[in-house]
């Protein structure tokens, strides 16, 4: 069975940085894409950052120049850099994968990680 979890969440002020990280585990062949979203109170869930496989990262414009998204293929792990953290940035931070596994492929998520950037 794969699983994704994520840790690195907490509270920090505006400034501040945090690193989020995200494991995946389970009899896994291989992953794709790996990314980012985040779902702020009250609002949908949105993109933050993905990576390919081949390391080519993706950002939306609201973190272009704070966040930095990698991963470490040997590990199954990818990473969250956040600089420079503004009050907008609170939200539920989640992580997902494209995985095969088990003769099958598909889109996996965390459970979500709680980021809070006090003004």
């Known amino acids: 069975q794969v699983q994704l979890v994520e840790s690195g969440g907490g509270l920090v002020q505006a400034g501040g940085s945090l690193r989020l990280s995200c494991a995946a585990s389970?009899?896994?062949?291989?992953?794709?894409?790996m990314g980012w979203y985040r779902q702020p109170p009250g609002k949908e869930r949105e993109l933050v950052a993905t990576i390919t496989n081949d390391g080519r990262p993706n950002y939306t414009d609201s973190v272009k120049g704070r966040f930095t998204i990698s991963r470490d293929g040997a590990k199954n792990t990818v990473f969250l850099q956040m600089n420079s953290l503004k009050p907008g940035d609170t939200a539920v931070y989640y992580c997902?994968?494209?995985?095969?596994?088990?003769?099958?492929?598909?889109?996996?998520w965390g459970q979500g990680t709680q980021v809070t950037v006090s003004s």
């Open positions: 997902n994968a494209f995985i095969r596994a088990g003769g099958s492929a598909g889109l996996y």
């Open positions: 389970g009899s896994i062949s291989s992953i794709g894409h």
